[in-house]
């Protein structure tokens, strides 16, 4: 790894914001989430381990789960399983269908707190990733499934980002994911009257299980309009979990939890 870059990671984990301890009571454990509906898309996701320095609540939706954070109003980690089948679909992005989520306390983010501002309500798990269902489509459109995105950088390197796993679905059959905002120990910009912070950066893991084919990539990105060299880097898995302090896919056997974190 280059200097200049493991400088980078480095200042990056150890001035990550250290939020307050966790408060809802429905947080999971890192086994599969148990779901009633035997058709629920989320069954087979390895869920990162519970966060106990942050505030979490767990949100199960028909395409992807959601960490939310009560203090930021956001998203801990959203992640998703993503196959060839659900790569693409006949459902289309419908043009106003934010709204904001009522299974979580107020204060919440609003639809109206970006309106005016600079910044984009950037999905976390995509409507591009949500085609194949009407439902996974309208759920996409939570506001506990946005973050504060600079709009150069959610349509040009974040959206890079989401067409290569989409790419690398067809290809392998199935892919899956995670991603969230990176808070860094500063003040932060905020917007909206619910003073929703904005995110310094953004993490994204993928892997593939196939046994043929097991890998992992991870990125983190900062959320600037991305023309820089040094405004994306793809690290190891372990890098990530590092910055982040979160543990991704803790369920794996041995074998392919170091082939993908390498």
């Known amino acids: 790894m280059k200097t200049g870059k493991r400088i980078l990671l480095l200042v990056l984990a150890v001035t990550l914001l250290a939020l307050p301890s966790c408060r809802q009571a429905n947080s999971q454990t890192s086994k599969q989430i148990e779901i009633n ?3 629920q898309w989320t069954r087979d996701i390895d869920l990162p381990l519970p966060l ?3 505030a979490e609540q767990i949100l199960v939706r028909k395409a992807y789960v959601v960490s939310y954070n009560a203090d930021t109003r956001q998203p801990n980690w959203v992640a998703w399983r993503l196959t060839r089948e659900h790569a693409d679909g006949p459902v289309q992005r419908p043009m106003t269908a934010w709204h904001d989520d009522k299974e979580v306390p ?5 639809y109206h707190d970006y309106k005016n501002s600079c910044w984009d309500r950037g ?4 409507a591009g990733d949500n085609k194949w269902d009407s ?3 309208y759920e996409s459109f939570l506001m506990t499934n946005a973050c504060p995105q600079n709009k150069k950088f959610n349509s040009g390197v974040w959206n890079q980002i989401e067409m290569d796993c989409r790419e690398w679905a067809k290809r392998y059959g199935e892919i899956f994911i995670v991603c969230g905002p990176i808070f860094l120990n500063q003040a932060h910009d905020t917007i909206g009257e619910h003073d929703i912070p904005v995110p310094e950066a953004f993490f ?6 196939d046994p043929a084919n097991t890998w992992g990539k991870g990125y983190i990105c ?3 309009e991305g023309t820089k060299k040094r405004d994306i880097y793809t690290n190891s898995i372990g890098e990530v979990e590092r910055v982040t302090g979160m543990k991704f896919f803790p369920n794996l056997d041995a074998e392919r939890a170091e082939k993908i974190r390498q």
């Open 37 to 39: 509906d035997p058709q």
């Open 52 to 54: 106990s320095d942050r």
């Open 106 to 110: 107020e204060p919440r983010a609003y």
């Open 123 to 126: 999905h976390m798990c995509p």
């Open 135 to 137: 439902v996974a489509m």
């Open 204 to 209: 994204k893991v993928v892997v593939c299980l």
């Open 222 to 224: 900062r959320n600037n």
